[in-house]
C-alpha cells in the first residue's frame, strides 16, 4: 500500500526549512500523494513566521496541481496543562492544527508532566495530531497518552524525521514500538508524517513503513493509506469501517493494563 497523504510538511515559512509551497507541492506529485498538508511552525518557534501568514492562507487554492491542498500549522505545547501558541480565533481558520513538544519552548517535566501536556493540547478542540510523541528528552507514558488519543480522537504521529540518523530526537524507534505495540492493542489509528524540512522529503515515510512492516502492524490503522484516514484526522467523523477503529472504554482499557 502506498501512503496517500501527508500532513506535516514545513516550508521556508518556519524559518530553518528549505522549499517553498510551489516545490512542495511538486514533490508531492511525484511522490504520487492525493493530499498535502503543510504545517510550518507556530510562532514560539525562533525564526517562525508572523500569525499573518496563516491569517491569509484564505487565498490559497484548495487544489494546486490536482493535490489538495490543506492549511495547517504545527503549534507549540507551551506548559503541562497542554497550552499552545495558537489562539482559537487563528485555528477556527485552518484545517487542522499539530501539537507538538519542542525543545526550545517548554522543558521537559516528569513523564506525567510530558503526559498530561500532551492530554491537556488533545483536549483543544481545533489539535488534530500530535506531532512526534517519540523522544525520550520528554518522557511519556504511553499507555495514557493512546487512551486519551483513542477518547480525544486525535492522531498519533508516527514521524518519518523520527527515525533519520541525523536527528537530535532520541530512542525514537523504541518509544515508537511501545506506541504501536499499544496502538495495536487498543485498535487506536496512528498516522505517518515526514516533517519534511525540504522538498525531497515531502512523503518520505519510509523508515516509518518498515517499522511498521517489520511489527506486522495492522494496515487498517495506519490513517495515511485510506481516503477515509484523511477524514479522521481532520473532519473528526468516524471512518467507514467502523469497526475498525473504535475508541475503547475506560473500563477495556483499565481491565486490560
Ligand atoms: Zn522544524
Ligand atoms: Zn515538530
Redesign the pocket.
Known sequence: MKPLFDLHTHTIASGHAYSTLKENIEAAKERGLIAMGFSD?ACTMPGAAHPFYFGNFKIIRETISNIRIYKGI?ANILNYEGSIDVKNELASKLDYVIA?I?RPCIDSGTAEENTQALVGAMQNPFVKMI??PDDSRFPLDYEELVYAASREKVALELNNSSFCPETTRQNCRQNALILLKLCRHYDVPVIMGS?AHIYYDIGEMTRSEAILQEMDFPLELVLNYHMEGLDYVLNQEPLSQEDSIHSPSKETVLQNV
Do not use: A, R
Open positions: 511552525h504545527e507538538s519542542h506531532g512526534h516533517d
